[in-house]
Structures are given as C-alpha cells and as structure tokens.
C-alpha cells in the first residue's frame, strides 16, 4: 500500500481506474428508489472528466469556435424529468462532438512495416441549454449567417480537398475585404502560414470596424467555399487571415456586389416604380447565364492548373479558351441589355454592338443591333424602337 493521501478525506487509491469506478458507484447509489430522485443525466454527464474544465457560461469566441466541429441539432425528444429539474429543459440542444485523432512519430513507424493503427474519431454528446449558456439571440435563424463548405488541405483517396463546414457571415458594411480567423486556418483547415500570400499597401494598412476595433491582418489566402443547398462555387477568393478568432469567415461588401451574392438595397419606398415583368425575367436570364459562364471559366482554370498530363492540358486549354469566349460574349450582351434601359442611350448601344460583333465566337443569331420593343401599356411611341 502507498502511503497516506495528502488530500484530507480521501483514501488513497492502487489503480486510477479505481478511483472513477468508485465515483460512479457512489453517484447511483444515491438513487433513490422511487425514481423522483434519480441522477440527473445532465448533471452526470457535466460532472465527467471531459466537461470539467469547461466554463458554466460560454463566451463568444468559444461559441463560434465550437460552430466549426459541432452538429447541433434539435432535440425534442428530451425526457421531462420530475422535480426542479425539469424547468428550462424545453429549449434544450443535442450538442455532438466530433474530434479527429492525433498520430504520433510511434503510429508512422509502424506504418512503415504494414501495420496500421487507426483510431476511431473521439465523439461526445451533451445536452446544452441555450438560455443558461445566453445563447437566446442564436436560436432564431439569421439568413446572413450560414453554414457553408471550406475545402482544405487535406485530400481523399481520390486526391480531392476535403470540405469542412465553417460559420460564414455575409457582412455588407465590410469594406476592408473577405476576412478568415487564423485560427480556423491554422486548426480546422490545417494550412499552415506557408500557404499565406503577401498584402497590398492598402491591406496593409489595415482597416476600423463599426466599434473602432482596427483589424491588422496576418496575410492573406485563396480558399474555395461552397453552400450545400447552392449550385455555385466560389473558387479561389481572397481572404484576410485575422488574428481574431470570434467567427470562422466573413464575407465583405466587395464580393458581395462583385459575385451577386446579394442585391443593392432599395430604399425608394416614396417612389412608386413599375418594372416590366418581360424585362425583368429577360435580365435575369442574361445574368443567370453570365454566372454559369464564369462559374465553367473557374472550374476549367482550377483543373489545369492540377492537371500534370500535356496531352489533358491541351484539351482542358481549348475548352477554357472557349469558355472565356462565351464569357465575354455573355458579359457583353448583358451589358447592351441594361445600356437599352437608359434613356437617350442610342450611341452607347451602336458602340456595344460593334464590340460584341468583334468579339471571338460570336455569331449574329439575334437581332442584337436594334433595341427592343417596350412592353408598357403606353400608347406613345418609343424612339427607340423605331432603330436608326
């Protein structure tokens, strides 16, 4: 037998396993048997060796921090337990961990002789309650903060980059640019400060927030970024790597407008205006398929630049050299299309006619030289119809 515990009113203990068996044993045997005295799951699960060391309230960065590698979900199936216990457990989430292993020098070593040691990822669940963690404001869904898909740097057996979900907020009044905590990087995405590229004189300088915060960046990365419910790709965008860690990644004003991801507000509420039906699902066509144009430009210049066979790049390069061609044409028309909605635009549009008929690929199957016609209910008659 050891010698005596230096902690007064605990035996000492041969085998550490011992001393947690014990503990439980002691937490069911205060079970009463009657059931309305029975451990709190909740309270049993808190008072485990994972969840000791984590805070009662949880603060901001650990709750976006947690966002990158938790599945929440809602839990309506919470057992109501009988006394003072079961107030405030309505409002109560499934939280389930999910953390991958870590290998050492030791589990490559064996590698190297055939003999592979995998371990399982280490999962845990806990139910949380939102109100005691002050987490009341994230229970109603915000349509500018979404879940989306991050590639990183790891691959499958098939060589692609495995997605990971980060916490993405669309933040319209950022004008310094598209911003990424480091940490997310660094932890979740596992790029290393090697992969940063370099600032401009402007990012440089960095930028104020709203509060007066002033952001200096770390450096700068391209990462590609996706929503499940969506058929876009955002491929290689900038972003600001941020020694901040409160959120995963943000998206600025500028790529907000440049990619379309949402439109310019509307504020005009005294002004009645009348939009053409006709007219609006006509640019909404060209603009549809202008994205499609570059989303095939994107997706043809990532392949050649992963493709290493000469032959597989010399086609890939023939078909992206008409994608952009299709591209610029698209553009084109899209931009006669809304010169054609200004007002006494005439010699504007003759211009960008005569671009898009010197443009490479194009073929004159619509009469694009004339505008068209109005569609209003007005009986006057449109100069502009009338072609000159």
């Known amino acids: 037998m050891p010698g005596p515990s230096a902690t007064t009113g605990i035996e000492p203990f041969e085998n550490p ?8 044993a002691n937490i069911l045997a205060g079970a009463d048997s009657n059931g309305f005295l029975s451990p709190n799951p909740l309270v049993i699960m808190s008072n485990t060796a994972s969840t000791q060391d984590r805070a009662s309230s949880v603060s901001p960065s650990v709750r976006s921090s947690t ?38 020098w030791i589990d490559h ?21 939102s109100e005691s963690a002050g987490n009341n404001h994230m229970n109603d869904d915000s349509p500018w903060v979404l879940p989306v898909f991050v590639l990183s740097s790891r691959m499958d057996t098939g060589k692609h980059n ?3 979900i980060a916490r993405c907020t669309i933040d319209t009044g950022n004008q310094q640019g598209n911003v990424v905590s480091r940490e997310f990087v660094e932890t979740v995405l596992e790029y290393s400060a090697s992969n940063f590229c370099e600032l401009t004189e402007e990012e440089e300088k960095g930028g104020r927030s709203v509060t007066g915060h002033i952001l200096i960046p770390d450096g700068a990365i391209y990462l590609t970024w996706y929503h499940k419910k ?13 020694p901040i860690g409160n959120y995963d990644m943000i998206i600025g004003a500028r790529s907000i407008k440049k990619d379309n991801i949402l439109d310019v507000p509307n504020l005009m509420t005294d002004l009645i205006v009348a939009k053409v039906p006709d007219e609006d699902s006509k640019r909404r066509k060209r603009s549809s398929k202008v ?4 989303e095939r430009v994107e997706n043809l210049t990532s392949d050649y630049d992963k493709e290493d066979d000469p032959e597989a790049k010399e086609v890939i390069k023939n078909k992206l050299k008409g994608a952009e061609e299709q591209l610029a044409i698209a553009e084109k028309k899209l931009e006669i299309f809304e010169a054609r ?10 211009k960008l006619v005569a671009e898009l008929k010197a443009l490479p690929g194009y073929k004159d199957k619509e009469p694009t030289a ?4 109005s569609t209003t209910h007005s009986t006057a008659v449109n100069p502009k119809s009338l072609g000159k």
Do not use: W
């Not at 057992?79 to 216990?85: I, K, L, N, P």
């Open 17 to 24: 396993h011992n001393l947690q068996r014990s503990i439980f």
């Open 67 to 104: 966002s990158r590698i938790t599945l929440v979900e809602d839990n309506h199936e919470v057992a109501t337990y009988q006394g003072t216990t079961a107030q405030g457990l309505d409002n109560t989430y499934k939280v389930k961990t999910i953390e991958q292993p870590q290998y050492n």
């Open 109 to 129: 070593l064996f590698g190297l002789f055939f003999y592979k040691r995998k371990r399982d990822p280490i999962v845990t669940e806990e139910y949380v309650n």
């Open 162 to 164: 495995l997605p990971k």
């Open 230 to 242: 969506s058929t876009r790709v955002f491929r290689n965008m900038r972003f600001l790597v941020s």
């Open 291 to 294: 994205a499609r144009c570059r």
């Open 341 to 350: 909605a200004e007002p006494d635009n005439e010699e504007k549009v003759r």
């Open 370 to 373: 004339l505008p068209e016609s």
